[in-house]
């Protein structure tokens, strides 16, 4: 069955290079990329827009507010998930890895509250073809959360678990270090309006739990991901020691270094380097830690992650191209396409290239911010 279809007169940002030319895909695959324009009266002319790969999101939290779009509001979970699907496409993400807590600083926490309902809607929504983009699962795990290891059985053997990443937010851990014990009592007693007495309290039993089962469950997790080829993600690593360690347990990508330290040497271990988006457009990270923008001109910044905003993903990865460092428009392209999909084992999208999926992205540039106008996922036009 021929399903061919043309796009030319577009500038695709290819692996190495940018070129102005033609590309041809059919029943949802890449047939042939060239530098002629062509003149088959069903191709496309682009105009001189952009065609790049589909955006690759390895992290986000973006479908939790549609499923609690305010504190104790419930909302149906084929909607949050219709609406959250709709946010990624429009942002020109074509895979997403959507992430669900096992576990938090508090054991009942909306998160956890909603964990098995966002899993469900996740995967029947996916399985059922009502998404425009892939969804696949990212598995939080927060090894000081005395009760992970029932969320992570439960839920290790789910379709479309592709990426596990292992935390400790416990203070005196990665993100909060002992010496900055403040920030994390300015954070949390805020963020659940505890008293002076009660956040003494919660500090000593976060840190009875890290130290009584963070070690643990940590090895537990990365043996059994291991055994089933899922990729790992360290999260937050702060010091040598702790990239180190991550290496150790055969992890993929260090999520959010908080240091130069731990960037430049997880980078150099063979983890990809991921940095927030927001970081980038925001021009730094909203706690204080480095921002995304040095490690890329250090050159150790391997991903970007939208987070909590999915069009910063695109954004970033231009803005990124136009600050003084050392990656051109396609380096920094691959940090939100093809490293990304390297990192968590999917090798047949990310790049255009002849035998890669059709999952692309026409982007009109602009003055102002570059403009998603089309997207198409596995040869579909889906926006």
């Given at each position: ?117 966002m899993v469900a809607a996740i995967v029947e929504s996916e399985q059922a073809g009502r998404n425009r983009v892939q969804h696949l699962l990212h598995l939080r795990c927060e090894v000081s959360f005395p009760g ?153 910044l391997d991903i970007l992650s939208s987070d909590y905003y999915p069009s910063s993903l695109l954004q970033a990865a231009f803005r990124i191209a136009r600050l003084d460092n050392g990656y051109d428009l396609p ?53």
């Open positions: 069955m021929n399903n061919e279809q043309i796009l030319t007169n577009a500038r695709l940002v290819l692996a190495d290079r940018e070129i102005t030319g033609t590309l041809v895909m059919n029943n949802g695959v890449i047939t042939d990329i060239n530098e002629q324009i062509s003149t088959a009266p069903q191709a496309e002319d682009l105009g001189g827009h952009y065609l790049l790969p589909g955006l690759v999101e390895l992290h986000t939290d973006n479908q939790e507010k549609y499923f609690t779009p305010r504190p104790k509001v419930d909302w149906p979970a084929e909607m949050a998930m219709m609406t959250h699907d709709a946010q990624l496409v429009a942002a020109g993400i074509t895979t997403v890895f959507d992430s669900v807590a096992l576990g938090d600083v508090i054991g009942d926490s909306t998160r956890v509250e909603k964990l098995e309902a992970l290891m029932a969320f992570f059985e439960r839920f290790i053997d789910t379709p479309g678990v592709g990426l596990v990443s292992v935390m400790d937010h416990a203070p005196g851990q990665r993100q909060f270090p002992a010496e900055n014990i403040q920030k994390y009592r300015d954070y949390y007693q805020g963020k659940y309006s505890l008293t002076d007495e009660q956040m003494d309290i919660f500090i000593v039993e976060q840190q009875a739990n890290s130290a009584e089962f963070a070690d643990r469950f940590r090895r537990t997790i990365c043996a059994a991901c291991d055994e089933r080829g899922i990729a790992l993600a360290s999260h937050d690593d702060a010091t040598l020691a702790h990239a180190q360690e991550s290496a150790s347990f055969n992890m993929k990508v260090a999520e959010f270094p908080t240091t130069v330290e731990a960037a430049q040497a997880s980078h150099r271990l063979g983890l990809k380097v991921l940095m927030g988006a927001p970081n980038v457009v925001r021009g730094g990270s909203h706690s204080g830690n480095v921002a995304a923008h040095e490690l890329a001109r250090l050159g150790c380096q920094a392209i691959a940090l939100v396409t093809a490293n990304p999909a390297q990192a968590a084992g999917l090798d047949d999208r990310g790049t255009l290239a002849v035998g890669k999926r059709a999952d692309l992205v026409e982007v009109k540039p602009d003055a102002a911010l570059p403009l998603v106008e089309r997207v198409w996922c596995a040869g579909k036009r889906v926006f």
